[in-house]
């Protein structure tokens, strides 16, 4: 077994700078970012869109917030990530291959889902619309797990940056469309004299509300979901495995369930501790700091339109440059050294907001730090993506991806639960230095698991 770090490679292995730029125009890039918009669609369509129509609607804060429990359908998607890598599902397994007959039928619940979500109206019942949103989250986290694995499964190890970047800008492009995107199509669609009338001073909450404008945004959304669907039928299928047939029941379960996970500790025995450490902090300064800051702008005058262009228009335009950036950089320098860069920058960011809470109402100020935050945001996700990756076993690669991506949410958004009850306690400015510490352990880690672990063994490559 190699001594070289994860997905890392030396300057003199590294590939010119030519080269390392020519993979994103390779056909399994281009694939990454059709599906990364599709895999980015329905996540904010479940919660910060579908939020800001229940208020519109009228719907209590409370119950608002209860009802983002159904993102919880991401944090486990573990729990079935062994039936998406394993199990057939005939005809679509014969048809299509098993990535893509789950991605395909995935990519049909998210639009069934959708559907649903538009036709009903949440001041007749929310009962439909909730499970109408567990189905597109439940769809959306299975398309997710399928779609990892079909990343991995589609190039070499030292692609997978470039197309972790692909991936993540389609995705970035997505929550546009799904965030903003689907307000502009909401407000084309409603009824202007209706409009108006409701939005006059001392309206009551939820006159202005027109479920038709946003059943119109939702069918608009659900058929945004044809990027993925062609991109999946026009796609080849990544080269199969021969899977031995299990004898019985228990060894299919032994297959199935337990042995994923336990090749992943026979594969880095003690180092596993250290490698699933770092999984479970690496993001910890961002998700935490995430959580207070629309409620920060809310608090430093800034207006919906001002925080709407800037951080999610021109933002997500800046996270995009920085995913392109972090998978140039790994493919040149390696992955490990990316990783700890956008580490030391996911952290140093956060202190910009301190300094912005200083500043109050100042436009030019926020565009310069979100901005910023942005930048070094996509630059540790595309690294951490490409690290991900080089962890997995091709013969798992759905089910232990599946369990890191998982594992490196539940932590930080256990954590961001209090950040609020901080916030009232000592203010933002020292909020934000305090999740810019956070970020000191994930440096450490990195650099311990720079200089420890292994490679992906050869024999988990088909």
Same mark, same amino acid.
């Given at each position: 077994?190699? +001594?070289?770090?994860?997905?890392?490679?030396?300057?003199?292995?590294?590939?010119?700078?030519?080269?390392?730029?020519?993979?994103?125009?390779?056909?399994?890039?281009?694939?990454?970012?059709?599906?990364?918009?599709?895999?980015?669609?329905?996540?904010?369509?479940?919660?910060?869109?579908?939020?800001?129509?229940?208020?519109?609607?009228?719907?209590?804060?409370?119950?608002?917030?209860?009802?983002?429990? $159904?993102?919880?359908?991401?944090?486990?998607? #573990?729990?079935?990530?062994?039936?998406?890598?394993?199990?057939?599902?005939?005809?679509?397994?014969?048809?299509?291959?098993?990535?893509?007959?789950?991605?395909?039928?995935?990519?049909?619940?998210?639009?069934?889902?959708?559907?649903?979500?538009?036709?009903?109206?949440?001041?007749?019942?929310?009962?439909?619309?909730?499970?109408?949103?567990?189905?597109?989250?439940?769809?959306?986290?299975?398309?997710?797990?399928?779609?990892?694995?079909?990343?991995?499964?589609?190039?070499?190890?030292?692609?997978?940056?470039?197309?972790?970047?692909?991936?993540?800008?389609?995705?970035?492009?997505?929550?546009? #469309?799904?965030?903003?995107?689907?307000?502009? &199509?909401?407000?084309? @669609?409603?009824?202007?004299?209706?409009?108006? !009338?409701?939005?006059?001073?001392?309206?009551?909450?939820?006159? %202005?509300?027109?479920?038709?404008?946003? /059943?119109? %945004?939702?069918?608009?959304?659900?058929?945004?979901?044809?990027?993925?669907?062609?991109?999946?039928?026009?796609?080849?299928?990544?080269?199969?495995?021969?899977?031995?047939?299990?004898?019985?029941? %228990?060894? #299919?379960?032994?297959?199935?369930?337990?042995?994923?996970?336990?090749?992943?500790?026979?594969?880095?025995?003690?180092? @596993?501790?250290?490698? *699933? =450490?770092?999984?479970?902090?690496?993001?910890?300064?961002?998700?935490?700091?995430?959580?207070?800051?629309?409620?920060?702008? &809310?608090?430093?005058?800034?207006? /919906?339109?001002?925080? @709407?262009?800037?951080?999610?228009?021109?933002?997500?335009?800046?996270?995009?440059?920085?995913?392109? $950036?972090?998978?140039?950089? =790994?493919?040149?320098?390696?992955?490990?050294?990316?990783?700890?860069?956008?580490?030391?920058?996911?952290?140093?960011?956060?202190?910009?907001?301190?300094?912005?809470?200083?500043?109050?109402?100042?436009?030019?100020?926020?565009?310069?730090?979100?901005?910023?935050?942005?930048?070094?945001?996509?630059?540790?996700?595309?690294?951490?993506?490409?690290? *991900? +990756?080089?962890?997995?076993?091709?013969?798992?690669?759905?089910?232990?991806? !599946?369990?890191?991506?998982?594992?490196?949410?539940?932590?930080?958004?256990?954590?961001?639960?209090?950040?609020?009850?901080?916030?009232? @306690?000592?203010?933002?400015?020292?909020?934000?230095?305090?999740?810019?510490?956070?970020? &000191?352990? $994930?440096? &450490?880690?990195?650099?311990? %698991?720079?200089?420890?672990?292994?490679?992906?063994?050869?024999?988990? /490559?088909?």
């Amino acid at each position: 077994m190699s +001594s070289v770090p994860p997905a890392e490679s030396t300057a003199a292995g590294s590939p010119p700078w030519r080269d390392a730029l020519k993979v994103y125009l390779e056909p399994a890039t281009l694939r990454m970012l059709a599906l990364g918009f599709s895999a980015g669609l329905p996540l904010l369509l479940v919660l910060g869109t579908l939020s800001f129509r229940l208020r519109e609607a009228g719907i209590d804060r409370a119950t608002i917030g209860y009802l983002s429990w $159904v993102g919880l359908a991401y944090g486990f998607k #573990w729990v079935w990530a062994p039936l998406v890598d394993r199990l057939p599902l005939p005809p679509l397994t014969t048809l299509l291959g098993r990535r893509r007959g789950w991605l395909l039928l995935a990519q049909g619940m998210v639009i069934a889902g959708l559907v649903g979500m538009a036709v009903n109206d949440p001041r007749q019942g929310l009962t439909p619309m909730i499970w109408c949103a567990l189905l597109v989250a439940f769809g959306s986290a299975t398309q997710d797990i399928a779609l990892d694995a079909f990343r991995i499964e589609s190039a070499e190890t030292r692609k997978q940056a470039a197309l972790a970047a692909a991936y993540q800008t389609g995705y970035r492009l997505a929550m546009i #469309w799904a965030g903003a995107g689907v307000l502009w &199509v909401a407000a084309w @669609a409603e009824v202007a004299p209706v409009a108006a !009338a409701a939005g006059a001073a001392g309206a009551a909450a939820g006159a %202005a509300y027109q479920n038709g404008a946003w /059943k119109t %945004a939702y069918l608009v959304m659900a058929g945004s979901m044809i990027v993925g669907v062609l991109t999946v039928l026009l796609s080849p299928e990544p080269a199969q495995r021969s899977l031995s047939a299990p004898r019985n029941a %228990a060894e #299919w379960l032994r297959d199935v369930l337990v042995e994923p996970f336990a090749d992943f500790i026979r594969r880095y025995k003690w180092q @596993a501790v250290l490698i *699933l =450490s770092l999984i479970a902090i690496y993001r910890i300064s961002d998700v935490v700091m995430g959580i207070m800051a629309n409620p920060f702008y &809310v608090d430093m005058g800034f207006t /919906k339109d001002e925080v @709407a262009t800037v951080s999610k228009i021109y933002g997500v335009i800046m996270t995009l440059v920085g995913a392109f $950036v972090g998978g140039v950089l =790994s493919m040149r320098l390696g992955v490990m050294r990316v990783l700890m860069l956008g580490a030391v920058l996911s952290a140093a960011s956060n202190l910009l907001f301190a300094w912005l809470a200083s500043r109050g109402h100042d436009l030019t100020a926020l565009i310069a730090v979100v901005s910023a935050d942005n930048l070094a945001g996509g630059i540790a996700s595309a690294a951490f993506i490409a690290y *991900l +990756s080089s962890l997995t076993n091709i013969s798992y690669s759905a089910t232990q991806y !599946a369990l890191f991506s998982s594992l490196m949410l539940l932590l930080p958004k256990f954590i961001a639960g209090y950040s609020g009850v901080f916030v009232d @306690a000592y203010g933002y400015s020292t909020f934000f230095c305090a999740t810019a510490l956070l970020g &000191v352990p $994930v440096l &450490v880690l990195v650099a311990l %698991a720079s200089r420890t672990l292994t490679a992906r063994p050869d024999s988990g /490559k088909s």
